[in-house]
C-alpha cells in the first residue's frame, strides 16, 4: 500500500505538479527548487544553508530516483503529510538541516531564504510523517 501524504479535504485546491528530481527523493519530502538559473530546473530534498537550493516548492507525492519524475504537491491551505523532525500541534514549521525535514519554526535574527514557515502543523504527535497545512 502506498504512504498517504495528500490528506486534502476538499479545502484548499490541491496541485500536482510533475517535476525532475536531482537527488534521490522520498514521498513526503519537503522539496526546493535546484539550479534556477538553468532551463530546466529540478527540484530536491529542501535543507538548510545548502547552496543552490533555493525556497520551498512543495511536497513529494511518490518516491523517484534522481533524473527520474516527480510528482510534487503545492497550493496553499492543502493538507499534507510532511516529514518532520520535531513536532507540537498548531505550530508553524520552517526547513530543518535534515533533507527534506521541516521543524518547529525558529528564527536566528537575520533573514535568510530558509528560516521561513513552509507549513503549520495541524496535529500533535511523533516526529515522521505529520499532517500538516502548507503556507
Known sequence: MATEILVNDGGAPA????????????????????????????????????????????VALTDCNSGDICNMITGSGSIVRILCTDVAGGVPMMPD????????????????????????????GAAGLVKCRLC
Open 15 to 58: 496541485r500536482i505538479i510533475p517535476v525532475v528530481a536531482a537527488a534521490a527523493i522520498t514521498a513526503g519530502q519537503a522539496l526546493a527548487y535546484f539550479d534556477v538559473a538553468s532551463s530546466d530546473a529540478k527540484v530536491k530534498p529542501l535543507k538548510t544553508g545548502t547552496t543552490g537550493i533555493k525556497d520551498f516548492a512543495g
Open 97 to 124: 538541516n535534515t533533507s527534506g525535514q521541516l521543524k518547529i519554526f525558529a528564527a536566528t535574527g537575520t533573514t535568510l531564504s530558509h528560516e521561513q514557515v513552509v507549513a503549520i502543523t495541524v496535529e500533535d
